[in-house]
């Protein structure tokens, strides 16, 4: 096998060409995903919205939680959006979308669940 040596390292294509395949998967399913996810809490979003409408007769309160939903609407619309429009594809995507996970998704389903106080919080922690 040819190696490539670069500044004393030593580099194999084969080895470049899977990690690059191996990132190229993980953004198709990461793309997969969350164009999964992202109807579901639309879906999500507007019958609970709804819902709080019948008890307690507005649609929406502005509690922690259904902010951290919206935000988190927000930016997998814009995910979704850079990736169908602008085409960002592959590590720069990769590394975003790790980061959104991460961040906003367990704020929202256990940062706001635990430490917050509101109509959806269950602040044992606080």
């Given at each position: 096998m040819k190696y490539f040596h670069i500044k004393h390292k030593k580099y194999s294509p084969f080895i470049n060409f899977r990690k690059w395949q191996l990132i190229k998967e993980l953004d198709n399913w990461s793309y997969r995903i969350i164009s999964l996810g992202f109807p579901l809490l639309t879906i999500g979003i507007l019958s609970g919205a709804v819902w709080a409408n019948e008890?307690?007769?507005?649609?929406?309160?502005?509690?922690?939680?259904?902010?951290?939903?919206?935000?988190?609407?927000?930016?997998?619309?814009?995910?979704?959006?850079?990736?169908?429009?602008?085409?960002?594809?592959?590590?720069?995507?990769?590394?975003?979308?790790?980061?959104?996970?991460?961040?906003?998704?367990?704020?929202?389903?256990?940062?706001?669940?635990?430490?917050?106080?509101?109509?959806?919080?269950?602040?044992?922690?606080?």
């Open positions: 008890a307690w007769g507005s649609y929406w309160n502005w509690d922690p939680k259904e902010t951290w939903a919206l935000i988190t609407w927000l930016i997998f619309a814009i995910y979704l959006h850079t990736r169908m429009i602008k085409g960002w594809q592959g590590k720069k995507n990769g590394n975003y979308s790790f980061v959104r996970f991460f961040f906003f998704v367990w704020i929202c389903y256990l940062g706001v669940n635990l430490l917050g106080k509101g109509l959806h919080s269950y602040g044992w922690l606080v």
